[in-house]
């Protein structure tokens, strides 16, 4: 993100909002600026703003002539009055902080759309987490600290060491240049994200080991690391998951409940024979 | 995407105190299609599934690629800052649904979250359908409704460096965004607001609504806590 100098009028309203305290008004300008290396492209501030399009100078002198009375005006904190916020096109390796911090735009680097995938949540149509599983989702950097690629290949690799299965439908997995030792792509280490999120599944009865590795290299890591395990139900709805859990000393209080309810509505392997051969626009290229 | 697993509190605490109160007023149901599985009519079936949603008062409903019924607008006018028109506009939710996405409802009652989910049962739209709460809250209402679970996703709070992290008030409230759209420091800043009477907590809870892409932030929830905040301390 940037913010056009002739528009911003310093009002400071973007420096709040925004996720990882990237911006600040800087003296020598007057105006409001991003710190490029803190700033993850989540847009947050773009979007979440309303705007009103004011003409700058005549705010800046309203601004000024407020601030010489002493005059305090108390406006809507979350508008940016002249629309000063400007997204900037990015390039690889930049690109990985939007696809991984804006939860509006589809991974463009990986091909795979949102953080993570859908984990159990379509569980009773995708059938991916079976009876006697665990699904775990680890992720990193939220809320509001953000980390950085080479934290999370720290972790990554320490799985990998478990000898793991990491989820091949997830961003981060295809990120990576080494599954078995749990790499991922040097160019990127140095990217900071606003979250991430690596997923595996093992058997449940791998559950405390993977925990306590997770939170052994967590303590490791400057940033903050959120942990999500899933299971799938027996015939009765229970589940073998929480015991095991509350074991390690973890508390199993909130989460997801997959109600069941979802069912395939057209015929699956007809619809896969119908798409079997290139679609008429990629069978032209 | 687990934007609703892990909303912090006091059963999350760093230092964990006995017995913390249950979490009474944050119940989300959301729906959610596999491409090429059941997601013929998608379009019918999310507008159904928010209008169901609609009818058992809702305090948020979201559509994840669009927002919720809190949205920014595009071009206020400065009347906006003495006059400014915040009420929720669930038929443009509705309207902009278009496609592949997550359709999000938040309860503060668990009566009116049971009830929806009845009606969903009956809607049988096919969808893959989870609830986001306590998770015996959840088995409750599958139990009211007939159901039987059949996955579960637990979140284990925290770890790492979580000193790093503000306090619980405003930990409390950013998480309801589980995207992290909504910063620690706007939710400070409204605090305060609150505290020195500039703003009112529920004004405070409906920016931070606008800024949760996915709609799933908790503005009655958001209220009280920013209510407890101003008279409790933070």
């Not at chain 1, 009876?131 to 950097?141: D, L, N, Q, S, Y």
């Not at chain 1, 606003?194 to 290299?217: D, M, Y």
């Not at chain 2, 009845?118 to 986001?132: K, M, P, R, T």
Request: overall charge neutral; hydrophobic content about 40%; proline content about 6%.
């Amino acid at each position: 993100m940037r913010i056009d100098e002739y528009k911003c009028v310093a009002c400071g309203n973007c420096i709040p909002v925004c996720p990882v305290g990237a911006i600040y008004i800087d003296p020598a300008i007057g105006r409001a600026r991003v710190n490029q290396a803190e700033c993850v492209e989540c847009h947050a501030c773009y979007r979440g703003m309303s705007k009103e399009h004011l003409f700058p100078p005549m705010v800046r002198g309203i601004r000024r002539v407020a601030k010489g009375l002493r005059f305090r005006f108390d406006p809507e904190p979350d508008i940016c009055p002249t629309d000063a916020l400007t997204p900037q096109a990015l390039t690889w390796p930049r690109i990985v902080r939007r696809a991984f911090s804006d939860p509006q735009v589809p991974h463009e680097s990986t091909g795979i759309h949102g953080r993570g995938t859908a984990e159990v949540k379509t569980n009773d149509v995708t059938g991916r987490v079976k009876e006697g599983e665990a699904g775990f989702v680890i992720e990193f950097g939220r809320p509001g600290l953000g980390a950085w690629f080479r934290e999370i290949q720290e972790m990554t690799q320490a799985l990998a060491a478990l000898g793991v299965e990491f989820e091949k439908k997830n961003p981060v997995t295809s990120l990576m240049t080494d599954q078995v030792r749990g790499l991922i792509r040097e160019d990127i280490l140095g990217e900071k994200v606003l979250s991430a999120i690596v997923e595996l599944k093992t058997g449940l009865e791998q559950v405390p080991t993977v925990l306590r590795t997770i939170r052994g290299v967590s303590r490791r890591l400057e940033t903050v690391v959120a942990v999500g395990v899933s299971t799938r139900c027996d015939e009765q709805g229970q589940d073998r998951l929480r015991a095991l859990l509350e074991a390690e000393g973890y508390p199993a209080y909130r989460g997801k409940t997959n109600l069941g309810l979802g069912h395939a509505t057209v015929d699956v392997r007809a619809a896969g024979r119908r798409w079997a051969g290139p679609r008429p626009s990629e069978a032209s290229l | 995407m687990t934007n609703t697993l892990h909303r912090f509190s006091e059963h999350y605490a760093f230092e964990p105190k006995p017995n913390p109160a249950p979490v009474e007023d944050d119940f989300i149901v959301f729906a959610m299609a596999t491409r090429g599985v059941n997601d013929d009519g998608l379009v019918d079936k999310y507008r159904t599934f928010a209008r169901l949603a609609l009818a058992h008062n809702p305090v948020n409903v979201g559509d994840a690629t669009k927002g919720g019924i809190y949205r920014p607008q595009p071009a206020l006018n400065p009347l906006a800052h003495w006059k400014r028109d915040d009420r929720p506009d669930p038929e443009r939710l509705i309207e902009d649904i278009e496609g592949h996405t997550v359709v999000a409802a938040v309860f503060s009652r668990w009566e009116d979250m049971e009830a929806f989910v009845e009606d969903v049962v009956q809607a049988d739209l096919g969808l893959s359908v989870n609830i986001s709460a306590p998770i015996d809250a959840a088995a409750r209402c599958c139990k009211a409704s007939g159901l039987t679970r059949h996955s579960l996703e637990y979140s284990l709070g925290f770890q790492g460096r979580v000193e790093r992290l503000p306090d619980r008030a405003v930990l409390e409230i950013s998480t309801m965004c589980g995207h992290g759209m909504v910063s620690h420091t706007f939710v400070k800043k409204m605090v305060d607001w609150v505290k020195e009477g500039r703003r009112t907590p529920a004004q405070a809870a409906r920016y931070m609504a606008r800024f949760c892409v996915c709609g799933v932030f908790n503005t009655v929830r958001a209220e009280k806590l920013f209510e407890q905040a101003r008279t409790r301390g933070a």
